[in-house]
């Protein structure tokens, strides 16, 4: 078996501007950088020469069979830029036939024909931060682009995707916005569908420290939905979604058939990745490391890990990749689960400790089991859909002092 992680991920960290919900490794630039047609900002130009110093600084590298360029807001770099990145895994780590290659693109950063740069450097899936296609959703959670710009975007991704130029692409959308209540939330559910993608994300507002949201909470000035209502969009995403062809796949993702997100099944799955870019995380084989999230620091990473080599770790590639109570929170996200008996088997324990640790688990359970969050079929654990993935939280927390006292 390869045990060279097959994935990458790559960071770009930059942005026109800090959305006010986001707490993201990420460098605002401003509205005036070139990137459109343009040869991008001396900043990103600095930036991308140690992002392929770090790249290349792997010395066991292996062909792989997912790549995923996230930010920030990828779609700043021009065409050039990414077929450069593009051709520098190709040329030498090998790309496989087949594989999945993701970019995220924002809308009002990129327009059609640098869509059509993107694809022929080699991107075949997109995904689209919409997070909303209502103006003063957008405008309030500090957002650069408006409904039309998002409608424009649908529209190129949906004509590449029917043109068979890409294999897939995500719409990916904010649940519980601040004003986005039933009526705004149906809206953007129903304008979303019009356009068919085949992918869809939809990720809960989540109020971060240090973002303009917070402060704005903390001191009364921005209201957020209430549990009641957030509930009741919930029910509508999964309603609608389910109606419409889609499967909730994972607690954020839903997608047609043959189109769930491949690279994101690694992380889930608890496989081993390659993570590159400021503030990104790399997970080779095993213990997780997360880069500088400061430029300078960064750079001053950079250099020194390029003498000593990236992927010293190596010897550690027996490793099991991830700690249970990880595997767990990861797998209890996936609409499959996970089986419990095997996953604890795993773990090297003996038979007694194996034992106490289920009993103790299944009795956290049984109340969720009892009130039908949670579902086992054979070995197998999973969420509920929608009950037990929107109150996934409390199932995640009963693990977590499960593990606890085990530990
Ligand atoms: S575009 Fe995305 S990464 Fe950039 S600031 Fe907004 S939410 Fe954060």
Same mark, same amino acid.
């Given at each position: 078996m390869n045990k060279f992680p097959r994935s990458a991920y790559v960071h770009i !960290?930059?942005?026109h501007r800090r959305c006010f919900y986001c707490d993201f490794a990420v460098i605002p630039l401003g509205n005036?950088?070139?990137s459109l047609h343009g040869n991008g900002s001396n900043t990103i130009k600095e930036y991308l020469i140690f992002l392929n110093k770090e790249i290349l600084s792997i010395k066991h590298k292996s062909p792989l069979s997912t790549i995923y360029i996230g930010g920030?807001? !990828? *779609? =700043?770099?021009n065409p050039i830029q990414i077929n450069d990145l593009i051709n520098l895994f190709k040329q030498n780590y090998g790309i496989d036939y087949g594989a999945e290659i993701t970019m995220e693109v924002d809308p009002a950063s990129f327009n059609e024909d640098d869509l059509y740069g993107f694809i022929k450097a080699g991107i075949n899936r997109f995904s689209l931060g919409?997070? *909303?296609?209502n103006n003063q959703i957008l405008e309030q959670a500090g957002r650069r682009h408006c409904c039309q710009d998002v409608e424009n975007s649908c529209a190129w991704l949906k004509r590449a995707y029917e043109y068979g130029l890409i294999k897939s692409w995500s719409l990916d959308l904010i649940q519980?916005?601040? =004003?986005?209540?039933f009526k705004e939330w149906q809206e953007d559910l129903e304008k979303s569908l019009k356009f068919c993608p085949p992918h869809i994300s939809i990720y809960d507002l989540n109020v971060e420290p240090g973002t303009v949201f917070k402060k704005l909470v903390d001191l009364g000035k921005l209201s957020l939905l209430n549990d009641d209502e957030s509930f009741k969009n919930a029910e509508l995403t999964s309603s609608l979604l389910k109606a419409s062809g889609? *499967?909730?796949?994972?607690i954020s993702n839903y997608s047609f !058939?043959?189109?769930?997100?491949r690279h994101n099944r690694v992380y889930w799955k608890g496989l081993g990745w390659w993570g590159f870019g400021q503030g990104s995380t790399s997970s080779p084989w095993g213990d997780k490391f997360t880069r500088p999230r400061i430029s300078k620091d960064y750079k001053k990473w950079v250099t020194n890990q390029c003498e000593i080599k990236l992927?010293?770790?190596?010897? #550690?590639?027996? #490793?099991?990749?991830?700690e249970l109570d990880e595997k767990i929170m990861l797998g209890m996200r996936?609409?499959?689960?996970?089986?419990i008996y095997k996953l604890i088997s795993e773990q090297n324990w003996d038979n007694k400790k194996s034992e106490i640790a289920l009993q103790k688990l299944l009795k956290e359970w049984e109340k969720f089991l009892e009130s039908g969050l949670l579902i086992k079929n054979g070995n197998r654990f999973f969420l509920s859909n929608p009950q037990g993935m929107e109150l996934s939280n409390q199932i995640l927390i009963s693990m977590f002092k499960w593990w606890e006292k085990i530990n």
């Open positions: !960290p930059f942005c005036k950088i070139e920030g807001t !990828p *779609s =700043i770099l919409a997070q *909303s296609f519980n916005l601040p =004003i986005s209540g889609y *499967s909730r796949y994972e !058939p043959g189109h769930q997100s992927d010293y770790s190596l010897e #550690n590639q027996n #490793n099991i990749y991830s996936l609409k499959e689960g996970i089986n």
